[in-house]
């Protein structure tokens, strides 16, 4: 372990860098239970910092003597609440490589999954990166094979994407920027059947089949799906609501959906 007291040192520097986006192989990890979970998760941790305080503890030191990289180094408090992306930076932030995403990681991850049908989840121009993280929680917890995140989302490594999904968006499969259209051609050619949430739509969520390979699409919170997306989905659904409540946030609504289909689907197994 080594010591760094000056913010100019270039590793702060880097993860500066990495922390604002700017080194594309490279993600931002924040706190104890993240770190912990993307050691966890198998993805290569390149650098480690942490304060004094943090080393102190027993999971942190816990952490620290099995965080696999020799480039761990001790910051002051003050340097690693100046690097933290939020107000506190729990005392230990570790440089991590970015997982692949891509159309053939979803492919591999339906082809070689467990699942007689692969239930996979479209998330279209989703812009607040802690609901994101939050939606990406819910999918893994429902049992979702694959995600895919259109153009105009929010980043799915972003440090507040990071936290809110709380490791599950680095062992998902995930297909990142991908175009609305071909991700729908593409369901279509794999035999994945779309059906989409939709506040005026007549179906409730309870009535639909989900016994069948399936994409289900949730569009943004402000706008949804224009009418010509909506024309290009075979189903539409809606959670009813009671009292005059218009709409929920997207994390509530994609867990009330997605822990029905796989109810649904296990009670079939």
């Known amino acids: 372990?080594?010591?760094?007291?000056?913010?100019?040192?270039?590793?702060?520097?880097?993860?500066?860098?990495?922390?604002?986006?700017?080194?594309?192989?490279?993600?931002?990890?924040?706190?104890?239970?993240?770190?912990?979970?993307?050691r966890r998760s198998e993805i290569e941790i390149s650098d480690v910092f942490f304060t004094e305080h943090f080393a102190a503890s027993d999971r942190g030191s816990a952490f620290l003597q099995n965080a696999g990289t020799e480039n761990i180094f001790e910051i002051p408090a003050k340097i690693a609440d100046?690097?933290?992306?939020?107000?506190?930076s729990g005392g230990v932030i570790a440089i991590a490589s970015k997982p692949e995403t891509g159309r053939n990681v979803i492919e591999a991850a339906i082809r070689n999954g467990k699942r007689e049908f692969p239930l996979?989840?479209?998330?279209?121009?989703?812009?607040?990166?802690?609901?994101?993280?939050?939606?990406?929680?819910?999918?893994?917890?429902?049992?979702?094979?694959?995600?895919i995140l259109t153009k105009n989302s929010a980043g799915v490594f972003s440090p507040s994407a990071l936290r809110g999904a709380m490791g599950s968006s680095l062992r998902l499969a995930i297909w990142n920027n991908a175009e609305f259209f071909e991700a729908l051609d593409w369901a279509n050619e794999t035999g994945l059947v779309s059906v989409c949430a939709d506040a005026r739509a007549e179906k409730s969520y309870t009535e639909i089949e989900w016994n069948l390979p399936r994409l289900v699409i949730f569009g943004s919170e402000a706008h949804g799906l224009?009418?010509?997306?909506?024309?290009?989905?075979?189903?539409?659904?809606?959670?009813?609501m009671e009292n005059n409540v218009e709409s929920l946030n997207?994390?509530?609504?994609c867990g009330v959906i997605l822990f029905e289909a796989n109810r649904k689907r296990g009670a079939q197994r």
């Open 82 to 88: 100046q690097l933290s992306d939020k107000k506190n």
């Open 226 to 240: 224009t009418a010509r997306e909506k024309a290009s989905v075979v189903e539409e659904m809606k959670i009813p």
């Open 120 to 147: 996979a989840v479209m998330l279209h121009q989703i812009n607040n990166a802690a609901n994101l993280g939050a939606v990406l929680r819910t999918c893994e917890a429902a049992g979702v094979s694959a995600v």
């Open 1 to 38: 372990m080594q010591k760094i007291t000056s913010r100019d040192n270039q590793k702060i520097k880097f993860a500066a860098r990495v922390r604002d986006g700017k080194a594309e192989d490279r993600i931002f990890i924040e706190g104890l239970r993240l770190a912990e979970e993307t």
């Open 250 to 253: 997207i994390a509530v609504a």
